[in-house]
């Protein structure tokens, strides 16, 4: 029987002073985590199943909970990093080269100390750009500059690649394969079987307990309403072009909160 994971995705963790620009854009705080969700959500898996995404590769059997963290905010090393240890879980943070040291983001010693105490660093690209709409030289630099980037601050190599918003092309896939890299992650909901591509689950704010620990479970209803919204999103997304669908999303989300409405 082959091995199987459930990689969940966060990104800052704490409250809306934890983004480097929290009113630059309202749909970051959608994806704005607790401290209390993430550690109650860690103390109920057994971390003697959880590995890293590097870790996954090499599993030939077993279910596996991967936990991964995107973009290289400061609260990663602040507020994630002592819950991690806490509870005795690894986890791979994938970070943008670009933004190590920014007010806001990881500096190159938080990085080094989060490899030295087991985390595994992995690429999220030099910017926090989406790759298909660049030309191939820049979507060439952005998979290659940040491995070495990166690399060179850990001293060791870097693995592990996600694309912004998990959105790619088949250009970017043989990018990050000539890169080096072993790992290339999505953001496509479910259940990961290997040898298949590494699937994501993200876990949102406001999200309960509960609810995160039915994604954590691979609970196969859920699963499939967030697979259904997942694949319903491309169509816009690609009918209206990327940025032109986050500027909307972002005006909707604005809008929303700004009259008290949920979103």
Not at 134 to 159: F, H, N, P, T, W
Not at 176 to 188: D, E, L, N
Not at 212 to 236: E, K, M, Q, T
Request: net charge positive.
């Amino acid at each position: 029987m082959s091995a199987s994971a459930v990689c969940l995705t966060f990104h800052a963790i704490g409250g809306p002073e934890e983004l480097p620009d929290p009113g630059g854009d309202p749909g970051s705080l959608r994806y704005l985590v607790g401290e209390d969700l993430l550690s109650g959500l860690l103390a109920k898996l057994d971390p003697s199943s959880s590995c890293t995404i590097s870790e996954l590769l090499e599993k030939r059997s077993g279910c596996w909970t991967v936990i991964t963290f995107d973009d290289g905010f400061a609260s990663d090393y602040n507020r994630a990093l002592p819950i991690l240890i806490k509870t005795g879980h690894r986890a791979t943070f994938f970070v943008n080269s670009g933004n190590v040291g920014r007010a806001g983001y990881m500096s190159e010693a938080e990085i080094r100390s989060m490899a030295e105490a087991g985390m595994e660093i992995g690429s999220h690209g030099v910017n926090h750009i989406y790759l298909p709409p660049l030309a191939d030289d820049a979507a060439k630099r952005e998979v290659e500059e940040s491995c070495k980037v990166l690399s060179e601050i850990v001293g060791s190599k870097i693995i592990s690649y996600a694309p912004v918003g998990g959105h790619y092309t088949r250009r970017d896939v043989v990018n990050v394969k000539r890169a080096g890299y072993s790992a290339f992650v999505t953001m496509t909901p479910g259940v990961t079987r290997l040898p298949g591509p590494v699937k994501r689950n993200h876990i949102q704010r406001g999200y309960t307990l509960e609810r995160a620990l039915r994604i954590a479970s691979g609970d196969r209803l859920l699963n499939a309403v967030n697979l259904v919204r997942y694949y319903g999103l491309l169509l816009p997304k690609k009918l209206l072009g990327l940025e032109c669908y986050d500027r909307l999303k972002g005006a909707i989300t604005a809008s929303s909160r700004g009259s008290g409405g949920q979103r």
